[in-house]
């Protein structure tokens, strides 16, 4: 009898066991199934200035296919404003179209269509805006010949905006940029010098804190967060709007990195698929530019990729994925 119960005992784990292997097996394959489709990852540029006219033109780019196609046009024109994804959306915030804006207009991935929500508290432009766990922040820009440092938040539940404690310097031109946990308010300028300051916001103490203080002062520049450090290219200053340097906000310290190979001011700088790319922007003499170059981390050098479907500065650009 015993040797019998062995038996039925040991059938009866192996059973079990097959039984849990399988489970684990499925489970996994349902995570690998979830996991985002790189392939239904887009940059999405809108509006901008080509020299002549402000636009509300609007383009996504695959990088798998290397193909420009345009969506619907923006309701309102922008120039000097800034646009960025959340939640499937792209939300472009601010500017200027021949007159100075507070509104916000969002595109829907899943119906292609613009719509308007709630304006901002105050008008801005060449501020700019950031998502940070899942809420929008927009700080400094100008209005009126007046440099702000205060920001706002979406509160998209309630369809409004919100201000949140100001930053201790008014800034315009300036980068904002989420990363792990922190909003950080990079260069820029006051209307009377550029800047190098940058300054951290925490979100449970509602307080601004300085940081390290970049190696050039920087403003209408592009800053991302990428990897596990802040980059930041281009823009008015004293560099030559062709370099780059990084924050690790693990020694607070700065570091150079390769150059650009064309001068930007006015860019956009996207962190996708393992990469950077610099989009745009005007050089030096004021030269509208088409063209993007491709940072590649493991060669640390930066590369002529695709162009643009027109030159185009001080335009909105942002990745979304189509969930």
């Known amino acids: 009898m015993f040797k019998y119960n062995y038996y039925c005992f040991l059938l009866l784990t192996i059973f079990n066991c097959i039984y849990c292997?399988?489970?684990?097996?499925?489970?996994s394959k349902q995570q690998q199934n979830q996991t985002l489709d790189?392939?239904?990852?887009?940059?999405?540029?809108?509006?901008g200035l080509d020299g002549i006219s402000i636009l509300s033109d609007c383009y996504y780019y695959n990088i798998h296919t290397n193909q420009w196609q345009s969506i619907q046009s923006m309701s309102t024109p922008r120039d000097d404003f800034n646009m960025i994804s959340y939640d499937s959306?792209?939300?472009a915030i601010g500017g200027y179209n021949g007159n100075y804006l507070n509104s916000v207009e969002t595109y829907d991935t899943k119906t292609s269509q613009w719509k308007s929500i709630a304006s901002m508290n105050i008008i801005r432009h060449y501020h700019d805006v950031t998502v940070l766990d899942n809420t929008i922040y927009v700080c400094g820009g100008e209005y009126g010949n007046v440099?702000?440092?205060s920001c706002e938040y979406y509160f998209k539940a309630i369809d409004e905006w919100h201000f949140v404690t100001a930053m201790a310097t008014e800034r315009r031109g300036l980068a904002l940029v989420a990363h792990e946990g922190y909003l950080y308010a990079i260069g820029g300028d006051n209307a009377n010098e550029y800047l190098n300051t940058m300054e951290r916001y925490d979100t449970v103490s509602q307080q601004w804190q300085p940081m390290a203080n970049m190696k050039y002062t920087r403003s209408y520049f592009a800053a991302v967060s990428y990897l596990d450090k802040i980059y930041v290219c281009g823009g008015f200053g004293n560099s030559d709007w062709k370099s780059c340097?990084?924050?690790d906000p693990q020694t607070?310290?700065?570091?150079p990195i390769a150059s650009m190979l064309s001068e930007r001011a006015s860019?956009?700088?996207?962190?996708f698929d393992d990469k950077l790319y610099a989009l745009g922007g005007r050089t030096i003499d004021d030269h509208i530019l088409d063209t993007v170059e491709m940072y590649d981390y493991k060669s640390k050098q930066w590369l002529p990729t695709t162009s643009l479907p027109k030159h185009i500065k001080q335009f909105g650009a942002s990745v979304i994925t189509k969930l």
Do not use: M, R
Request: charged share 15%.
């Open 38 to 47: 790189l392939s239904d990852s887009f940059i999405h540029i809108c509006g």
């Open 147 to 149: 440099v702000f440092k």
């Open 21 to 27: 292997l399988n489970a684990i097996a499925i489970n």
């Open 267 to 271: 860019l956009k700088l996207i962190a």
């Open 252 to 255: 607070n310290q700065w570091t």
């Open 245 to 247: 340097e990084t924050y």
């Open 89 to 91: 959306k792209l939300y």
